[in-house]
């Protein structure tokens, strides 16, 4: 007797399936969005806006509220380090949120640039990411961002002798973060 | 419970665990950099030194150097030949010799020192210098000696005479001590009137007294010993030395180089310079020195250092670099070397310069300092230090 209700159910259920569009269900539900303050946020490194070579600038502006950056570099020929340009920030407020993050390159950097490298350090002038500039995708993942702690980005550029002076170009990245590692970011 | 319930429920506990797996949150925050290259504001210039030849990059922004060190004899006086006048020389008067004088000509030659003087006495003793610092050479000496080309006259009043001249040098330390000293009698007489014409004298020196690398000064000195005697005049004297030239040379044991290897030039800002040695590789025994000087001349970084083929050090101090007027250059990369005869040094080396602490560049430079093949001849001595036209058959 009971095994013939489960079989009826099962068949009810088989017609619905086999039926399509016969019937539409709607199941209500509310979302609700409480939009918080950034818990991860750019900062200028202590080199931001200071002169460069030859009395060029290395601007860095941020976000309204630090959510995006923008960096102007003036790198020549052979090899150039940027020291210092910008700060990633994972404040001591609210107090244990530790987070894990990687960099995506949206717009990599082309020829005649033989390398480009975007680096970051922790506290102790640690080597925790670096990222190809010049390769598009999701890279470092995860590389962990704990509570109160600011990371420095140093920029590096290869330009070979020899080749003409190229005009600008940008690189676009996202900095990805979540609080879990388990899946990589899309 | 039932079977079937017990199924749903594990069904739907399974679906959860699904969900809470695989359901998170990622904060995508965007940034872009803008790169905008420049031409380089330093670069690097060749060296005019002899024996140097250099191959810069496309940008001046690389360089390889190709060095010949040379065992060839070398001066290390200043305005030996007095040509360019009396500088860098100081007299020392004596109490008889006491004038000095530089003349553009004299007794039929140019850029001449006269040390003259007098008096009237019976023994009389007297020595009058003039002198200039010189550095001892790094390298390691073989022979050194002083060539002086010289013309006393005298006249001598009395009615015996006995009479000797003397000429040489001396070398003192910063401390006045005589480390070394030659002088000659070059005349000895009883006659009442000297005239010697021009002469050369070279007198060896005790290389083993000098510490290399170390200041020191050089006297050329005239000396006179007098014994005039009269019965009835007052005896007397009037002596004049006057050089021609009096140069210092010194012959290396090895082949060597001293001088710039290359220059470097920045004309927008100043900028923290210094020299990495990356890695090096040696045939034979080597020494090497490598520095930096700004174009003042007066402010040198430490050393790369490499002695007997060991590096000692592998890296300058930082030096800085400034924008220069037309006609100058901002720094030096100077280069002392003495390498084993048919040996041979290869430096590969980093040149970094930084701005403040927000950006660095990096050159690479490659010197490579060789003693030549077939070098063989004989060290010649250049009594002439400018240019002189040949004789043309008519």
New interface residues.
Partial sequence: M?SS??ITILAILALFGLVGTAVFVYLPGNITVSPVA?P???ANG??AN???????T?TVSLGANQ????????????????????RIVNPAAPAGDNYFFAI?VITP?GAP?TQ?R?LIYDNANNLVLSVD?KTAGVQGWPTSLPDNTQYRVD?E?I?P??VT??A?????????????N??T?? | M???HVFLSTIFIFFLLIIQ??A??????????????????VIFVPSSSLGVSSTL???R??ATVNIKASATTQEITTNGYFDAGPSPWIFIPGTYINRGFWYPSLYGRTGVVSLSGGGTGIFISDRASIYQQITWPSFTVGSADVNISYYILANLTADIISAQFRIGYRILDQANNVVTSNVQTVVSTSSTTVNTGWNVIVLPINTAALTPGTNYNLHIVVEISLFLFSFRITPRFEVEYALDWSILTVSPLNPVFQGPAIHMNTT??SYNVSVILNSFSTVGNVDVKLWLRNHTNTVDSTAIEIQNSVLISSQTSELIMAPVPLGYLSLDILVEAEIQAGGSVTLNLTVKYR??????????LTIVIVDPPNRGGNNVIFYYDKPIPLVRRS
């Fill in positions: 009971r209700r489960l950034p991860v946020y750019f202590s080199n200071q002169a460069g070579l030859a009395g060029n290395m959510s995006s950056f923008n960096v102007t570099l003036q790198p020549t020929y052979q090899k150039t380090y940027f020291h210092d340009i910008l995506k950097l640039y480009a975007m500039l920029f550029f330009l002798e020899g002076l190229p600008s170009a940008t690189i676009q990245v996202e900095l990805v973060y979540s609080p879990q388990a899946v970011p899309p | 039932n079977r079937f797996t695989t998170s949150v990622y904060t995508y925050i965007p940034g872009n950099s803008t790169v905008s290259p420049i031409s380089p504001d990059g496309q940008n922004t690389s927008l800002s701005f403040e602490d927000g950006v660095y560049v990096e050159y690479p």
